[in-house]
């Protein structure tokens, strides 16, 4: 397993963007697909965005396909989620979580075997 701790959450109006943060401890964070996933109250956890292990693939919920942005660098051991045009409905926590198993392009959270602690995004109306 990695060690993940997420980063960036806060209190934001409808429209305006955010930007998270995960760091990643360890030397192999270029083995491991990573994903942002978020889980708001009195809802199951959900996919939000993947990327795969290089970057070059990313994949999107359609709720999110558009105004969220996955990227990494693995120079840096860091993964990033953009945010943009947020709406009251993107309220949850976030999590960032690594799988070294199974395609980048699965919505599900099977293989995800490294979670971070969550970071709290409220959006107004």
């Known amino acids: 397993q990695v060690q993940l701790v997420e980063s960036g959450g806060g209190l934001m109006e409808a429209g305006e963007s955010l930007r998270l943060s995960c760091t990643a401890s360890g030397r192999t964070f270029s083995s491991y697909t990573m994903g942002w996933f978020r889980q708001a109250p009195g809802r199951e956890r959900e996919f939000v965005a993947s990327?795969?292990?290089?970057?070059?693939?990313?994949y999107y919920a359609d709720s999110v396909k558009g105004r969220f942005t996955i990227s990494r660098d693995n120079a840096k051991n860091m993964v990033y989620l953009r945010l943009n045009s947020l709406k009251p409905e993107d309220t949850a926590v976030y999590y960032c979580a690594a799988k070294s198993l199974g395609a980048a392009s699965s919505t599900s959270l099977l293989g995800y075997d490294s979670w971070g602690q969550g970071t709290q995004v409220t959006v107004s109306s």
């Open positions: 990327i795969s292990r290089l970057g070059v693939s990313t």
